[in-house]
């Protein structure tokens, strides 16, 4: 008995719509953090990300079921300079190595990390992940940082020995975020500084300057 070969379309598998483009994805989650920045979790809706990404509303629902898995993504992802703690300021005084770190280009985009955080704060309570994933993006690479440099300054004797090098590292992060969370006020260069001279150092036990200058 003669079986015949099945033709091409018979054991063709079915195509189930077109593959995801995933050179897409980084397009929609910038999308998405410039529309959280600027509305809030609860002002957000897909179609505003799509429309900001130039993406169809149906291509995002494909990648991420719903809006919290979405934003969860999204500030999972938010990208900050690599730290690099073999190679901080190293100007041979904790102010000076702080204040090397105030760079106007970086400015802006601190602040947009922050109303992030401000658009995603009504979340937080209901998504664990979402917390962990702010800390770990926004507050987590700024506290480590801060706790090299201090660290440093208590070897060579410059600030207290009985310093509390954790808490100081998390001081200027943490009123940070109060100012653009809680006080709705830009973060600019003066006020960096002033949280240098007057909060950080003097809880250090270093002498500051009366007024607040460049290095």
Known sequence: MTVEAPSPDAV???????????????????????????HGYDGMTIDMVAAHAGAGKATVYRRWPSKADLVIDAVACMKMRDIDLENLPDTG?????LVALVRAPELPEAERKMRVMGGVISLMSREPELAQAVYSAILAPRITINRALLQRAKERGEIRQDA?????????????????LAERKPVDRAF?????????????????????DGP
Not at 93 to 97: H, I, P, V
Not at 164 to 180: I, N
Not at 196 to 210: K, R
């Open 12 to 38: 063709a598998p079915a195509r189930l719509g077109r593959p995801r483009d995933a050179s897409r994805d980084a397009d929609i989650l910038e999308a998405t953090l410039e529309v959280l920045a600027e």
């Open 93 to 97: 005084s904790l102010r000076g190595d």
């Open 164 to 180: 509390d090098v954790d808490k100081l590292a998390a001081l200027a992060p943490a009123m940070t975020a109060f100012r653009t």
């Open 192 to 212: 960096l500084l002033s949280l240098i001279d007057d909060v950080v150092l003097p809880a250090a036990g270093v002498a500051t300057p009366t007024v607040h």
